[in-house]
């Protein structure tokens, strides 16, 4: 099984396991010393992504985005059935967002 690693040596192994290098992330970048910006993060992702080949961007990329869609279907679902809670509470439905 192919490995990658972080900035700071870490390794990840590429299994097509997403939430393990959104792990390896989190404390490489959230936790550590590299402080929780838009810059580090943006660094350390293109340094993960600059040692994969393409099949396994590719692969990578289809898992973020159907979880993105899961977490997107259940952010739409939730409000829905907060604004179905509050219109049998008798509060009015608020404004949509387009939706």
Request: proline share 3%; net charge negative.
């Given at each position: 099984m192919r490995q990658i690693t972080t900035t700071t040596g870490r390794v990840i192994l590429l299994d097509g396991?997403?939430?393990?290098?959104?792990?390896?992330?989190?404390?490489?970048?959230?936790?550590?010393?590299?402080?929780?910006?838009?810059?580090?993060?943006?660094?350390?992702?293109?340094?993960?992504?600059?040692?994969?080949?393409?099949?396994?961007?590719?692969?990578y990329l289809a898992e973020s985005l159907f979880i993105n869609q899961v977490k997107y279907e259940n952010?739409?679902?939730?409000?829905?059935?907060?604004?179905?809670?509050r219109t049998a509470l008798g509060d009015p439905l608020p404004p949509t967002d387009g939706d």
């Amino acid at each position: 099984m192919r490995q990658i690693t972080t900035t700071t040596g870490r390794v990840i192994l590429l299994d097509g396991d997403l939430l393990a290098v959104l792990e390896t992330l989190f404390h490489e970048v959230t936790v550590s010393d590299l402080g929780t910006s838009y810059e580090a993060m943006t660094r350390e992702i293109a340094h993960l992504i600059d040692q994969m080949t393409d099949e396994e961007r590719r692969a990578y990329l289809a898992e973020s985005l159907f979880i993105n869609q899961v977490k997107y279907e259940n952010d739409r679902l939730s409000r829905y059935l907060k604004a179905l809670e509050r219109t049998a509470l008798g509060d009015p439905l608020p404004p949509t967002d387009g939706d």
